[in-house]
């Protein structure tokens, strides 16, 4: 895989792994049916959930949507809440070739919208809603907000190199040809080079959009994911 293969990965991985956590959950081959227990069930865990209403309001899924996703998450969270150990176990199962453990640290970060160390139900719908079923803005913004490791609304070559330093390792030896010791950090130039428009050593939200919006690639990928659930 060369660099202009990974021009992709480092905007569409979020939404890859997503569709294997599904995969990991049982939802994409399961049936959408109504389920009075699930209710019933929602009122036992030690994080209780919102109103199924209200999640239906808040996302772009349906009730009864909601429900089988809350299903399948409470079979794999009984506890109702995902800490960050029990994300990185999840991933290191999808990539035991390689060290997921960093990406999958900035990938509950992301989620971990309230940053009190746990991802609830609520917290995993409406990431789900933006990256299944949100607009291209929604999604791109959703991204950027995953490599602004440090939020200041800039991504700086340093943020992108450490995004990229854990895409590699979660990767391992999967590629071919075998990627070069400085392969992220070139991979961080080509980046630059594409996205920082006004040249000033930082990535804006809008040159962010901007730039992967010309991208034929990534917005026919974007698409691919809209209805596996």
């Not at 992108?160 to 010791?181: F, H, N, R, S």
Request: hydrophobic fraction near 40%; include cysteine; glycine fraction near 6%.
């Amino acid at each position: 895989m060369n660099l202009e293969g990974l021009e992709m990965i480092a905007v569409l991985i979020v939404i890859v792994l997503f569709v294997k956590l599904l995969e990991q959950f049982g939802l994409i081959e399961a049936g959408l049916e109504d389920s009075v227990e699930d209710e019933l069930e929602m009122a036992t865990v030690r994080h209780r959930p919102e109103a199924l209403e209200l999640l239906e309001a808040q996302s772009k899924f349906t009730k009864k949507e909601l429900q089988i996703l809350y299903r399948g998450f409470k079979n794999e969270c009984p506890s109702g809440v995902v800490n960050e150990e029990t994300f990185k176990e999840i991933y290191s199962q999808f990539f035991p070739q390689g060290d997921s453990t960093t990406y999958a640290h900035f990938l509950f970060n992301a989620f971990d919208t309230d940053h009190n160390g746990a991802v609830s139900f609520e917290d995993f719908i409406k990431g789900l809603s933006i990256l299944l079923r949100g607009t291209v803005q929604e999604k791109l913004n959703w991204a950027f907000n995953l490599y602004d490791i440090n939020k200041d609304g800039y991504i700086t070559k340093e943020e992108m190199l450490y995004i990229m330093k854990a895409i590699y390792d979660m990767m391992g030896k999967c590629t071919y040809p075998v990627l070069k010791e400085d392969a992220p950090r070139q991979h961080v130039e080509t980046f630059f080079q594409k996205m920082d428009k006004n040249k000033d050593g930082v990535v804006t939200i809008d040159e962010f959009i901007e730039s992967c919006q010309k991208d034929e690639n990534i917005m026919r990928s974007m698409q691919l994911f809209e209805n596996v659930i």
